[in-house]
């Protein structure tokens, strides 16, 4: 588990982060967005143990990055966004650099070239790669070491829609081989193909962290209604039929029951004087999710 404990990091007279705390949970991919001067990088370096903090801590797995950098580094890979590749070398070379100076055996380089798709590219020089391709060989590098967590920010950026969403594809991935994906992304609807956990920071602030994407406002069995007295929801009772989750405005949000046919649930809402204008799935998005938090931040 990644802890961060009133984190702050300053820049001479310029504060960029202001006593963060947070958890990113284990086997989670955490999608970490805000605007642009947020702080976002400046996080992302002290996690990845390539910055100390001003005041705070970042413990991986209970380890202080400040302390004791070197076994952090063990357990974390990083992706930069401006990330350097040895042009000249080929995929496979690069990769054995990498394992070399990880201490990793080379049986691990086949590995990781199956990981990222990239097997029957090896001999390929990295100067001759796509945008798409020279992402994936940054991030063969970056768990060459077989990390816990992987840290990726901007990944997507300058590629195109077919790349994103093999990048997407890749990252859950990883993702189900067990490896924990903190994603920073300016590109919200991109991070609703794999993201399951939200973190917004704003001017160096916490704006949000307990949004879950896989909460019940996700599930197949949630529905709203929209109707003139929906706020009259909240105050009906009927388990056996839906639960009522919250109201935004003439909006009511609610899940129905595991045995119940969604017809029924608007059959008795309209038994009971719900003027109901509009029925039907509710679902909820990175987009939907960040852009309410600013607004409110």
Do not use: W
């Not at 004791?68 to 650099?97: K, S, V």
């Amino acid at each position: 588990m990644i802890e961060i404990k009133n984190l702050s990091f300053r820049f001479g007279s310029h504060q960029a982060l202001r006593e963060l705390s947070l958890t990113i949970p284990e086997g989670s991919i955490t999608a970490l967005v805000g605007p642009n001067g947020a702080g976002k990088t400046t996080l992302m370096r002290c996690m990845s143990a390539l910055a100390h903090p001003s005041d705070g801590q970042v413990l991986i797995d209970g380890i202080d990055t400040a302390k004791d950098p070197h076994a952090c580094h063990r357990l974390l890979g990083f992706l930069a966004d401006n990330f350097g590749l040895y042009e000249e070398l080929t995929i496979e070379q690069a990769l054995a650099y990498f394992a070399a100076a990880h201490q990793v055996g080379p049986e691990r380089i086949e590995e990781v070239l199956a990981q990222v798709n990239l097997t029957d590219k090896k001999q390929e020089q990295i100067k001759s790669l796509s945008r798409g391709m020279r992402q994936r060989v940054g991030i063969a590098q970056a768990i060459i070491h077989m990390p816990k967590y992987l840290i990726l920010d901007e990944p997507a950026s300058g590629l195109d829609p077919e790349a994103r969403i093999q990048l997407a594809e890749l990252f859950k991935q990883l993702n189900q081989e067990g490896i924990t994906l903190l994603v920073s992304s300016h590109i919200l609807a991109e991070l609703d193909q794999y993201a399951n956990h939200l973190i917004v920071l704003k001017d160096g602030k916490l704006v949000e962290t307990d949004f879950s994407i896989d909460t019940a406002i996700q599930k197949d069995s949630t529905y709203f209604i929209e109707a003139v007295n929906a706020s009259l929801l909240s105050k009906l009772s009927e388990p056996t039929l839906f639960n009522f989750i919250a109201n935004e405005g003439e909006t009511a949000i609610f899940s129905i029951t595991a045995d119940t046919e969604p017809h029924l649930a608007l059959q008795y809402f309209l038994q009971q004087g719900i003027q109901v204008r509009a029925f039907g799935k509710h679902s909820v998005n990175i987009q939907d999710a960040y852009l309410k938090t600013i607004k409110n931040a």
